[in-house]
């Protein structure tokens, strides 16, 4: 029986799946089984956040993965949690990545590993003080049309930046040719700026400025350097909205505060802020 595991840690691009041969596969059922305490709870990455959120694990063709993150292995709805108070089996995981994670993000990963499980509960800071949205077609916060099964896992940041379902995983420049090549910076030869800008977006020297109606709205792109790149959008209310990956849609940053400027939002590993950006409905994406 051989394993499928993936990393949960980009926005943008794919995460990085690697298979773990048989061998590997009976050991993880092992550490497993060595676990024995149970609980109700769920691995905070669930709830999504930018950088890394934990492991998903899946035995053959199952459909149904293990969810692995801070100490908590989540089998499915109809089995208690499993809780290690250590990332003993996260660091296992990590491990057996070989080249399929870059020394970047290795990095990343680690330096969370390294530190004690939190036992802290997830908090949300009270609203911040929204700015006036200074774009009609500014869209709706929605997350339901975008957190159900058929569509989650299927569209990314730059879908939900672009208000656009199209299940493929949307990349610059992919649907006008001109696919981003790099991310170590924003806007250099291949970079996901002038991706963007191939797909009809437009720069912007910030979200003041009146935009009319059918004039599109503000978005920003962020970038973690060689690794990953993230997009926020302005939703109807002045405040911002983001999709990190394949997770559920959020109006928060990763420390749980609203987002009254991506600029200023902690962005976890996304330290790069490139741009504004205006989209609008003849934005081309893929």
């Given amino acids: 029986m051989s394993l499928s595991v993936t990393l949960n840690v980009f926005s943008g691009r794919p995460n990085p799946v690697w298979i773990v041969p048989e061998g590997a596969a009976d050991d993880l059922n092992r550490r497993i089984a060595a676990i024995t305490t149970t609980s109700n709870v769920k691995p905070p990455g669930v709830l999504g956040g930018l950088g890394y959120r934990g492991f998903s694990v899946r035995r053959n063709e199952e459909s149904d993965a293990t969810f692995i993150h801070e100490g908590v292995v989540d089998q499915g709805v109809n089995t208690p949690a499993l809780v290690s108070g250590d990332h003993d089996l996260e660091q296992w995981l990590l491990s057996t990545a070989g080249d399929a994670v870059s020394a970047e993000v290795r990095a990343h ?131 911002w909205s983001h999709k990190p990956g394949s997770t559920a849609v959020r109006n928060v940053d990763n420390a749980g505060r609203t987002i009254s400027d991506p600029r200023t939002a902690d962005r976890g590993p996304y330290t790069l802020f490139c741009t504004y950006m205006i989209t609008k409905a003849s934005v081309q994406i893929r």
Wanted: charge should be negative; hydrophobic fraction near 35%.
């Fill in 109 to 239: 990963v680690q330096s969370i590993l390294n530190a004690p499980v939190s036992d802290a509960p997830i908090r949300f800071a009270p609203d911040a003080a929204c700015p006036t949205p200074a774009a009609a077609d500014a869209p709706a916060y929605n997350p339901a049309a975008w957190n159900t099964p058929a569509v989650q896992p299927h569209n990314n940041c730059y879908n939900y930046a672009n208000n656009r379902i199209t299940n493929t995983f949307a990349q610059p420049g992919r649907g006008s040719g001109h696919q981003l090549t790099q991310m170590q910076n924003c806007n250099g030869p291949g970079g996901p700026q002038p991706a963007a800008v191939s797909d009809g977006l437009a720069v912007a020297g910030g979200f003041s400025g009146h935009l009319g109606a059918g004039q599109g709205y503000y978005v920003a792109l962020v970038v973690w350097p060689g690794s990953d790149f993230h997009w926020y959008r302005q939703d109807n209310v002045g405040c």
